[in-house]
């Protein structure tokens, strides 16, 4: 399929969005702002792009209120990974943090096992051993050398995974309550929609946390103004939807392995711009956790994997 120009147009989609996501920790530290800070405006910025551009399409659907109730709960989940997440970037860098939370592919996996009654296959447990295996080459073997602060970041990072795949369960409630609840497929909810109120609804709980933390939501700098404006237009917006028109378009098998862009790219900025040193046996423990996560991503073939970031 992606011989056609068509599939090959899908591709260069795919690969634009899976870059995009991968420079959203770079960006986070480039701001210069507080995690909450850059958290919160992170989503209020990608709320309001995403209504907007829903309401130029015309897209625009009245819901019931009790799909604002329901949304509460990836909204939830999304700031607590983001939370969690802008403060593993500071503590150990945007590569590895990036890397660590697409650990929610395991997360997902044994929600469908618990909620869905889904089954586990070889494939899965290799992938869970290889990423397993590649995370102590890149950790394990220092472990009890590295400072608190960034074992902290590391937990912090496996953390965001398990937050994202409580987002990712959330956001299909949503979708799926949305689309019973219409009295037919033109009425029901756009996904740009639903997004649109998960963002807003997440922004006012980073912004609340923001409160309780006792922050100073004024930003520093225009410079810092334009990391956030990026950081919500082009690694959320933009990229969100150039994955979800190529997702159409592409296997599942191929869908996973391009998504793996976006660690590797989070990575390869982490070491040119801010200068990470990376020792082979690191590379080599990159690998194996890519090959993981790509294996477990193919767990159901008939599953599409879901974007970090």
């Known amino acids: 399929?992606?011989?056609?120009?068509?599939?090959?147009?899908?591709?260069?989609?795919?690969?634009?969005?899976?870059?995009?996501?991968?420079?959203?920790?770079?960006?986070?530290?480039?701001?210069?702002?507080?995690?909450?800070?850059?958290?919160?405006?992170r989503m209020l910025f990608a709320g309001v792009l995403l209504a907007l551009f829903v309401h130029l399409r015309r897209d625009w659907r009245p819901l019931p209120r009790r799909m604002w109730w329901l949304a509460l709960l990836p909204?939830?989940?999304?700031?607590?990974?983001?939370?969690?997440?802008?403060?593993?970037?500071?503590?150990?860098?945007?590569?590895?943090?990036t890397l660590l939370a697409n650990a929610q592919v395991f997360f997902m996996a044994l929600a469908g096992v618990l909620l869905f009654g889904e089954r586990v296959g070889l494939r899965f447990v290799a992938g869970i051993a290889l990423a397993f295996f590649g995370l102590w080459l890149m950790l394990g073997a220092d472990w009890a050398t590295l400072p608190a602060d960034y074992r902290w970041g590391v937990w912090l990072g496996l953390a965001t995974g398990l937050c994202y795949a409580v987002y990712n369960v959330g956001l299909r409630h949503v979708q799926r309550a949305g689309n019973i609840g219409a009295s037919s497929a033109a009425v029901s909810a756009p996904v740009a929609q639903v997004l649109a109120m998960v963002s807003l609804l997440c922004a006012g709980l980073l912004g609340l946390a923001g409160v309780a933390e006792r922050v100073s939501f004024a930003i520093p700098t225009w410079q810092a103004l334009g990391w956030l404006l990026l950081l919500a237009a082009l690694g959320h917006c933009l990229s969100w939807i150039?994955?979800?028109?190529?997702?159409?378009?592409?296997?599942?098998?191929l869908v996973g392995l391009l998504l793996l862009v976006q660690p590797v790219c989070a990575f390869l900025l982490d070491i040119l711009v801010l200068q990470r040193e990376t020792l082979p046996r690191e590379w080599l423990g990159l690998a194996f956790t890519l090959a993981g996560i790509f294996l477990a991503s193919l767990k159901g073939r008939t599953r599409i994997p879901q974007q970090r970031g």
């Open 1 to 41: 399929m992606h011989d056609t120009p068509a599939g090959r147009a899908a591709l260069a989609w795919m690969l634009t969005g899976a870059a995009l996501i991968g420079t959203n920790g770079l960006m986070v530290r480039l701001a210069g702002t507080p995690p909450t800070v850059s958290a919160f405006y």
């Open 75 to 97: 909204a939830t989940a999304f700031a607590a990974d983001l939370w969690l997440w802008h403060r593993s970037i500071l503590l150990i860098g945007p590569g590895l943090a």
């Open 242 to 253: 150039l994955i979800s028109r190529a997702m159409q378009h592409l296997s599942v098998a």
